[in-house]
């Protein structure tokens, strides 16, 4: 089992960026599956974005298309989601997810039970 460790989080105003970090180690850059999630209070934990580690197949929910970009650089073992437009409910704890397996990046939805590592999570707050 690797470790996962989240970065980048913080507060901006409506239209504003952040860029997310998060340290994966102990996964292989050429057989994982790695994914944001994030969950606002009161809420279910939902699906970001998904990526195989290796690089290629990307996979977002809606309501981020267009706005967010997740990537990877396999060389630093490190995970990106680039987060554009912010809008308020943008807001809540992002967490950073992996599967050793690639297999978990071949399903048509985005789902907890998917990923079996997770990261303490970087929180997001977006005002408006």
């Known amino acids: 089992q690797g470790q996962l460790a989240e970065s980048g989080g913080g507060s901006v105003q409506a239209g504003g960026s952040l860029r997310l970090s998060c340290t994966a180690s102990g996964y292989s850059s050429s057989r994982s599956c790695m994914a944001w999630f994030r969950q606002a209070p009161g809420k279910e934990r939902e699906g970001v974005a998904r990526i195989v580690h290796s690089g290629g197949s990307t996979y977002y929910t809606d309501s981020v298309k267009g706005r967010f970009t997740i990537s990877q650089d396999n060389a630093k073992g490190m995970v990106y989601l680039q987060m554009n437009n912010l809008q308020p409910e943008d807001s809540g704890m992002y967490y950073c997810?992996?599967?050793?397996?690639?297999?978990?990046?071949?399903?048509?939805?985005?789902?907890?039970?998917?990923?079996?590592?997770w990261g303490q999570g970087t929180q997001v707050t977006v005002s408006s």
């Open positions: 997810a992996a599967n050793a397996y690639v297999s978990a990046c071949r399903g048509p939805n985005l789902v907890q039970h998917d990923f079996t590592g």
